[in-house]
């Protein structure tokens, strides 16, 4: 996982390095000079993020789409229901391991960055340190216990993200208008894997099954916890989505309800870069 960490810092920087002097070509910001590097800062990390939910999307889909657990609902034959079968001794699909350090590695990084590099002060710090905690937490619970179900809520997770993270990338840009569309877009595959198609693993997690000893109930309980907090965020995350949609109709443009007044601290890199010159 730590090894996994440290190639997502590296692959980051490597992005900065790349990307940012693109950024600062086509930022929407061409005539405050901090706030340009910062919004091109912001761009390249949300250019980043997709890249690495279109990887581990991919990744999980071709890994999980013939086994047993992956439902119609994202695209394979079998139930979330059946996840506990050959319990404790199933036998790993291929690339198990692979897939999940990658995660694992990513978001462990996300938090060591949210905590380091983000403005404490920041509107929604706390619900994104609360996620950052539960998701890391709820790999590390699905991994050591064995329990298969944890590979697709990585699936969900990181499958509607892409969308979303595309939208900030380009909201950045000079070409933000199609940041509108693609928003749309991504909100509809957001409601589906978060608010129609994760509640039903939920659900079969908590009332479904039948776990016959195999599973401390006081685990099952926190697990069961931890993935209805995990919910909560997302309806949350979800109105505010739909008030971004809202300004999108009536502005004509989505600005991902960012406080125009205030440096992000997203672009922490570039607001060292200002300070040295």
């Known amino acids: 996982m730590f090894i996994s960490a440290g190639i997502s810092f590296g692959i980051k920087k490597l992005y900065h390095a790349v990307l940012f002097p693109i950024y600062l070509r086509i930022c929407r910001e061409q005539t405050d000079l901090e706030i340009r590097r910062v919004r091109s800062a912001k761009g390249v990390r949300n250019f980043f993020k997709v890249t690495f939910y279109l990887y581990s999307s991919i990744f999980g ?22 996840y ?45 340190l609360l996620h950052h905690f539960v998701t890391i937490y709820l790999m590390l619970f699905s991994f050591l216990g064995n329990l ?21 990338a380009i909201n950045e840009t000079k070409y933000n208008k199609i940041g509108g569309h693609i928003f749309i877009v991504g909100v509809a595959i957001w409601v589906y894997m978060r608010c129609w198609v994760f509640p039903q693993l939920v659900y079969t ?35 505010l989505m ?36």
């Not at 199933?90 to 905590?115: I, K």
């Open 61 to 82: 889909y071709l890994m999980l789409r013939d086994s047993y657990v992956l439902p119609p609902s994202l695209g394979g034959t079998g139930a979330f229901g059946e």
């Open 84 to 128: 506990m079968r050959n319990y404790p001794y199933w036998e790993h699909p291929p690339y198990y391991t692979a897939f999940y350090m990658s995660c694992m590695g990513f978001f462990f990084f996300e938090l060591v960055w949210h905590v380091a590099c983000e403005d404490w002060n920041k509107g929604d710090f706390l619900e994104m």
């Open 148 to 168: 298969f179900i944890g590979a697709p809520v990585l699936l969900i997770h990181n499958s509607s993200d892409i969308c979303i993270s595309l939208c900030r």
């Open 205 to 239: 997690v908590i009332f479904q099954m039948d776990y016959q000893g195999l599973v401390p109930q006081s685990l099952i309980r926190l697990f069961g916890i931890l993935l209805c907090c995990l919910q909560m965020l997302h309806i949350y995350w979800t109105l």
């Open 242 to 277: 739909f008030k971004i949609i809202f300004s999108i109709v009536f502005k004509g443009h989505v600005d991902d309800l960012v406080n125009k007044n205030k440096l992000s601290s997203d672009g922490g890199e570039a607001k060292k870069e200002v300070k040295k010159e």
